[in-house]
């Protein structure tokens, strides 16, 4: 059962831009932290970024950092989560997955510790 949908994947060149998005299908996120990890092909998922609950706390890999984004909108009694992805590389492509998990306000990287997936976008980079 599908609980969370990506989209906003693509093929960009080096150096673009993409912003990647996040809703819950059948259910809310909103007390929920959120992450985006990513799985190139042949490799393991990786962390990418998250952010708390209230979105005061966000936490990045080292290889994204001051080039990625997470946010995320709980306006609408609901969560969206955002993935502002700048200054794109070929080493970013891979099918990116958001995920939620009950941290209070803690972060993990952590992939065991999200109880809530998405199936996933893809994102290429061409150089």
């Known amino acids: 059962q599908v609980q969370l949908v990506e989209s906003g994947g693509g093929l960009v060149q080096a150096g673009g831009s993409l912003r990647l998005s996040c809703a819950p299908s059948g259910r809310t996120f909103i007390r929920y932290s959120m992450g985006w990890f990513r799985q190139a092909p042949g490799k393991e998922r990786e962390f990418v970024a998250a952010?708390?609950?209230?979105?005061?706390?966000?936490?990045?890999a080292d290889s994204v950092k001051g080039r990625f984004t997470i946010s995320r909108d709980n306006s609408k009694n609901t969560v969206t989560v955002y993935l502002q992805m700048n200054s794109l590389k070929p080493e970013d492509t891979a099918v990116y997955y958001c995920?939620?998990?009950?941290?209070?306000?803690?972060?993990?990287?952590?992939?065991?510790?999200?109880?809530?997936w998405g199936q996933g976008t893809q994102v290429t980079v061409s150089s």
């Open positions: 952010i708390t609950y209230n979105g005061g706390f966000t936490y990045y």
């Open positions: 995920a939620a998990g009950n941290f209070g306000m803690a972060l993990t990287a952590d992939a065991n510790e999200y109880t809530s």
